[in-house]
């Protein structure tokens, strides 16, 4: 042990300290997530944060490469990257066994990811995010069991569709129109990472950007639909949401300017956006990217999913103040008269603990009294005081803090009571 | 998209992928854990793996941050180490709100936490941890309580008394022994380290390394407990045994060679061993530390606990066959007979997941009966045709897999039959 000076009791920056409470509302968000996901028949996977940096080279974003994700080298002399997304690993999770596995895969995951970012509101460092794929069908039944399936886990937490919107768009119609308007890959590339920024910027600016590429803006070519290959691509794509509303999703709707930022999807995008007045924001958003799995090698497997993050979801909670009540707390708080008696009052937890109870045991020589107190601070809803005369006379009193009400009861029922509370 | 060559699929080294097999398995561990220890009125906190460097330096064992840590720079040239083992953040954590929190603290957490080791038997460079820690309270019933705690999680694993013993010594008592040797501070941690590696040595070899440092072993002082101060000390931890004994945890016994890694711990030090005579090895382990939170500054907070890792667990749960069954499957199979069918079938698997239950639809195109095929595979326990005919006549026939019976009802008594399933 050092005698150096105090160190701090900061975080690193950009990442957050999750005490009880916090961790407990996390916990239940992705509870709830989780079991309206498993109710569409998805299975649960992880990888270790710890992936080849290689994976993401010419995958993700570039600015995410480049300058947005946590890479080192190491003692080794491997390149590794703390995981910025998790499409990249369930690509090479899947390719890796793409001959054991069932297809269709309906799988999910939910877990850390990692980005070098100035840390600013509903972007940390680090952050949680569900991942939700379907891999094998290309049909666009695929792409509206997504969908489906992502507004599902909004009205479960309780949103209405008034509480938040589905703009949808598609890479290959965006491709064809950049094709049409003679975009080489490259300039269609970066028209479409500028389109991506298109909301943020002043539309001058966004004209005269466009200017340098190309006469002609592709998103002019998809609002007017003239052209017989954007014509058909976008038709295809207006059946999608039609299909959707037919099928009870009526918040969908076609926005062109939606590209998702990562370069591997290759079809339908979507994003789902809070409608909120004072905070129209992106709430979290997916598509479908067919070729990501050939960089692994073999043909391709047709895939569609989204992704959604913690941070942006939590306060989409709060904004809308949809319920979100956590239940992990001791149910029963046994306090102790005196410090002998604590041996009998394990004892007797030992008891209700084996018969699944939640219970919590005084150690401290405060009085009866603060004992109470420090229950109600701990919001542990009930108090039972073990000394002499309980052990004696195998009688309790069980008090409900939130009325005062004591209840007299045999110490052998109490366990069948703390099964009442759940 | 580059065509660039084939990517590896392999994992980053020493890291696993988690198939949802796997990663069911892996959950259901750490959810019957978690029940345990909540029985005993403990909170689950967390923190990012990303942690500032310097709470590691003087703390952890000087091996493992000199050689075992992933240490790196961040852009803003902050040093960042993804964190080998969590009690320095949970140190971190309670001093940053000590004026806050309601102490005594039950605290646990269970995540991943990463070590730069060459990969081995029961070694990995990311694996997952169970700790376990009682801050607040001095007394041998916090000690107690611990142990307790332990014991119990692997009970309820369904492990009996034969299946492991707990072996107890003290920092403390070793301390007092080292002192009377004569041995200043330095040699004393050096004699500590020698010991916790006197299991992997020859007996020659170690008494050669002891006279390096002092011409009397405290081990054998601490066996013949003739000083004082020594005599003392090796009471009150017999006295911790015994009462563990009397309180109904006959396998733990006093071993004074076991002294922990980590230079942090300040009293009782346990380890719990396996009795599997072909593999007696450490499981886990903990103790009690009661300054490692002034490094933060403030009075010290008394505080033990314990961590417990998954590799070495399972492998425990794998030799003494314990059974450790999943639950997460699907539950029912939806058949298309035609793709006509799919969107009929898509509607009617939503009524099924808006009353909780788990249903998978099938997207192809193949026949039938290589979808029940698919339902087998994919361990599904009911299929359902959902074709022309059950939609006319209202009528489905749920297929038991198992057996092949089939029953027929009506489409909208499938949603009860699912719940009876669970």
Redesign the interface.
Known sequence: ??D?K????????G??????DD??RL?TLFSKIRQTI????Y??????????A??YE??TSEEIVSSQT?T?T???D?K?T?RPEMTPTLA??V???RREL?F?L??FSIG?R?R?ERPQRGRL??FYQVDVDLL??A?M??D??II?LAT?ILKDLGASENDFTIRISSRSLLNTACSVAGLAEKDARAYTRLLDRKAKMHSEDFAKEVKKLTEKDPLSLIMEGTDADVAREKRELLKLIE?LGA?GIINARFDPSITRGF??YTGMVFEVYDTNPANTRSLFGGGRYD??IT???GDPIPAVGFGMGDVTLTDFIETHQLPLTTD???QL?IGTPD?TN??GA??F??TL?AQ??????N??EKPLGDQIK?AV??E?PLFLAYGENEVREDLVRLKVLATGEEIGMASNAVSTYLKTLG
């Open positions: 042990m050092s150096s105090k160190l701090s009791t900061e975080p690193y920056k990442t957050r300290d999750f005490y009880p961790w407990a916990n498993m109710r569409f028949g299975e649960e996977y992880n990888a270790s944060p710890l992936e080849r290689e994976i010419n995958k946590y080192f190491d003692r080794g491997r590794v703390l090479r999770m390719s890796a066994k069932p269709p309906r799988w850390n990692f070098y460092r680090e094998g069908v049909s039944e695929a509206i069991e489906t599902t299909t099928r370069d591997y070729k990501l960089l692994f090698g992990i707390k001791p708080y410090a604590i041996p394990e004892a937890a030992e603990r699944g109870g939640r219970v919590f045991v150690l401290t420090d601070r701990r542990i």
